[in-house]
């Protein structure tokens, strides 16, 4: 397992609708649209002295999730940003931390799915931890293809990022079960979609390749990478990319809040080539880092 607890998040204090409670009273009721039906919407973030990495574009992210599933009671940017520095500030945390940021649709009037239930407004849950970035990323990891498919847009579009996870926990159960790190999770169709929790690129030559965003979430790295790319005149391009391709790769990494830029060292049992030392993935882990603090949005 990759993540242990940490004796530091024992007394944390969690933000939950309109306040801060210690770590043992932060709780949702047994009516939360949560707990009736994954009924919520989440983003993953990082904090660094400088304030949250590419908060914007992760606010962005949950106002669209939460506008695509109708919810009615968003609250604005200001609440957020306010709720996200008490919380901060009361636990002292700057650095070395990880925000687990979720919207609910909140306590519904009795057990069910109609949304009109929900007569409560919607519930903000702001759980910060202390956990550095979670993959070994001098070592890397390994992964297993899971037979659990990705969704696409026909089934549970992808482009919202909500708590419904079980597609993905079951493609992770997989690949605890072949005791692999994590799990890489095909499209409808076959190709590479992304890890249960990250998102995939692979190198061949001098060029960088990843899966269209049809059947993986949009992340927020995917997305600066595909930016630092065209920026650095790196030839990078979204494509469909079979296992095979993967296979022969010369070098594959994956991308996420959790572990920031992390190799994938095997897929399947097959060591990846990584015939360049990972010469592409180690200028790229340069050019996001130098790029880190510019995208740093403090909270004033
Ligand atoms: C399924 C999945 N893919 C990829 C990612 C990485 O996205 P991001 O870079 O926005 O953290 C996440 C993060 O939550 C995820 O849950």
Known sequence: MLQKFDERNKNIKVWVKDGLYSRDKAKV???DSVVQGGDAVWEGLRVYPAGIFLLDRHLNRLFESAKALAFTDIPDIAFIKNALKETLDANNMQKDT???LTLTRGEKITSGMDPRLNQAGSCLIILPEWKPPVYDNDHGITVFTSTIRRNNPSFLDSKIHHNNLLNN???KIQSNVAGKDAALMLDYFGFA???NG???FMVKGDKVYTP??????HGITRGLILELCQKNNIHIEERNI???ELYNADEVFCT???GELTPIVEIDGRNTKNSTGYQMLNKLITLFEATKQNHCIPLN
């Open 198 to 200: 990250t998102n995939i």
């Open 29 to 31: 009721s047994v009516f």
């Open 169 to 171: 926990i079951q493609a």
């Open 98 to 100: 990880h925000i687990r």
């Open 242 to 244: 079979s296992l095979t």
């Open 193 to 195: 979609a992304e890890l």
């Open 212 to 217: 269209f965003a049809s059947a993986c979430l």
């Open 256 to 258: 996420g809040t959790m």
